[in-house]
Each structure stands twice: as structure tokens, then as C-alpha cells.
């Protein structure tokens, strides 16, 4: 895996400690540490960075309703290809609020 985009990883890792992380912050984060050439997708290398964080046991993944924040009850793999698939219906990169969130456990079960 490139390194650069682990580091991109372990600083949104570092951020989900302390915050909810948008999955529209992913495609951000890449511009940080990728020079990519014009049109290039930032999905591919996105989903690299969800896949890093999603194997990580202490972070979940959910979504916002009604102001609350509720995990997925996925495996790993399976809110991988929901994200992924979820992506793809949208039809662009995600902006705020889109598809889902990442955070630290033990920072969720703090802030409920």
C-alpha cells in the first residue's frame, strides 16, 4: 500500500479519537499527501483509507438521524461495500452528512 496514503489514514484514525469523521473528509485528506494528475478519481484511494479505518476494531462506522449518531451493525467487509456501493449511487464525491461516519469507540460512547 502507498504510504502516503496510510499516513492519510493514521491522521483521520488520530481525528476519530477526538470527533466524528465524515467519509467526505476522505477525498480532502488525499489532496494532503497525493499529488494526483487532473481527473483522476479520488474514490479508489478514498476507499483505501475506509478500509484502513474500518479494520481498525476501535473504530465504528454509522450515520446521523435525528441528531444521534447510530453504528452500522456490519462486519468490517460488509459496511465496506455499503459505503463503496452507496458511492456509486450517489454519483459523486460525498459531500457533509453523506452515506456515513467514522469515530473511536470509546469517544462515541463519551459524547451520547
Same mark, same amino acid.
Not at 11 to 36: F, M, N, T
Not at 74 to 86: G, H, K, Q, T, V
Given at each position: 500500500?502507498?504510504?502516503?496514503?496510510? !499516513?492519510? &489514514?493514521?491522521? +483521520?484514525?488520530?481525528?476519530?479519537?477526538?470527533?466524528?469523521?465524515?467519509?467526505?473528509? #476522505?477525498?480532502? @485528506?488525499?489532496?494532503?499527501?497525493?499529488?494526483?494528475?487532473?481527473?483522476?478519481?479520488?474514490?479508489?484511494?478514498?476507499? !483505501?483509507? &475506509?478500509?484502513? +479505518?474500518?479494520?481498525?476494531?476501535?473504530?465504528?462506522?454509522?450515520?446521523?438521524?435525528? #441528531?444521534?449518531? @447510530?453504528?452500522?451493525?456490519?462486519?468490517?467487509?460488509?459496511?465496506?461495500?455499503?459505503?463503496?456501493?452507496?458511492?456509486?449511487?450517489?454519483?459523486?464525491?460525498?459531500?457533509?452528512?453523506?452515506?456515513?461516519?467514522?469515530?473511536?469507540?470509546?469517544?462515541?460512547?463519551?459524547?451520547?
Amino acid at each position: 500500500m502507498d504510504p502516503r496514503i496510510v !499516513e492519510a &489514514a493514521k491522521d +483521520l484514525r488520530r481525528e476519530c479519537a477526538e470527533d466524528y469523521v465524515g467519509l467526505w473528509c #476522505l477525498p480532502s @485528506q488525499i489532496l494532503h499527501y497525493v499529488k494526483l494528475p487532473p481527473g483522476v478519481e479520488r474514490k479508489a484511494l478514498s476507499l !483505501e483509507i &475506509a478500509q484502513q +479505518l474500518l479494520s481498525d476494531p476501535d473504530i465504528i462506522v454509522g450515520q446521523f438521524h435525528k #441528531l444521534e449518531f @447510530q453504528p452500522w451493525n456490519l462486519s468490517a467487509r460488509n459496511s465496506y461495500d455499503r459505503i463503496s456501493r452507496e458511492w456509486d449511487a450517489l454519483g459523486k464525491e460525498p459531500g457533509l452528512g453523506d452515506i456515513c461516519w467514522f469515530t473511536e469507540n470509546a469517544f462515541h460512547l463519551t459524547n451520547r
